[in-house]
């Protein structure tokens, strides 16, 4: 089945850019998503890609991916504090199921 | 503006007794999925309806049911709780199951607590 990996944890200094990184081994997957889950909260939606796709920008906020190594990267520029949370990368399955699977999350702290 | 909303937002239950979760959504999403999450884990996913149709995953313990009496509302009920299940309860929905439009959004969580 399916299996999508994140590196657990990840520091930064407020203002540099923060990079978190994703594989999966489903090399039929066709979108491929950002979560963010602050403390207590539910998942927030940050960006998409499909898979067609090299890059996506949407403001601060930068995919990448790779679809031939199967690796799915965010970077977040000019990283605020505000900005930390955990997240999961996620991939959709494309059988009947059309499950979301996710990644176990990278958890970003940003120091001051 | 709430899009996906679950109540209540923390629930205390003891151990053995039926505890219900709800969900309910303002975007005539077609699909409703619940999903727990353990501390520190990714969201698994339980089951979900798509319109009436209820697809259960097959590692979801029978001690886990779910009712959708209509598109708005779905229900989790946890018939006989054990500590094991005390986690955050997540609720989302799509348009459809699949393609472009299965984009997932989630609600805020429940957070369950099992004494």
């Known amino acids: 089945g399916e299996d999508v990996e994140q590196s657990l944890f990840l520091s930064v200094r407020e203002g540099d850019s923060s990079v978190i990184n994703c594989t999966y081994t489903?090399?039929?997957?066709?979108?491929l998503y950002w979560y963010k889950q602050e403390p207590g909260a539910g998942l927030q939606l940050l960006t998409y890609?499909?898979?067609?796709?090299d890059m996506k920008q949407d403001q601060r906020l930068t995919v990448l991916l790779n679809k031939k190594d199967k690796h799915l990267s965010l970077r977040i520029a000019d990283t605020q504090t505000g900005d930390s949370a955990i997240y999961f990368c996620?991939?959709?399955?494309?059988?009947?199921?059309?499950?979301?699977?996710f990644g176990s999350g990278t958890r970003l702290l940003v120091r001051p | 503006d709430a899009m996906v909303i679950q109540n209540p937002r923390y629930q205390v239950t003891q151990f053995g007794k039926p505890v219900t979760l709800s969900c309910s959504q303002t975007?005539?999403?077609?699909?409703m999925y619940w999903y727990q999450q353990k501390s520190s884990q990714a969201p698994k996913l339980l089951f979900h309806?798509?319109?009436?149709?209820?697809?259960n995953e097959a590692d979801t313990p029978d001690n886990f049911q779910s009712r959708r009496p209509n598109t708005s509302f779905c229900f989790l009920d946890i018939r006989s709780p054990g500590l094991g299940d005390a986690a955050m309860y997540l609720c989302?929905?799509?348009?459809?199951?699949?393609?472009?439009?299965?984009?997932?959004?989630f609600g805020p969580g429940t957070r369950l607590t099992v004494l």
């Open positions: 989302a929905t799509s348009r459809e199951a699949g393609a472009s439009t299965d984009t997932q959004y």
């Open positions: 489903d090399s039929s997957s066709t979108y």
């Open positions: 890609i499909f898979s067609n796709m």
């Open positions: 996620a991939v959709l399955r494309e059988d009947s199921s059309y499950k979301l699977i």
């Open positions: 975007l005539n999403h077609n699909v």
């Open positions: 309806y798509y319109d009436k149709d209820f697809n």
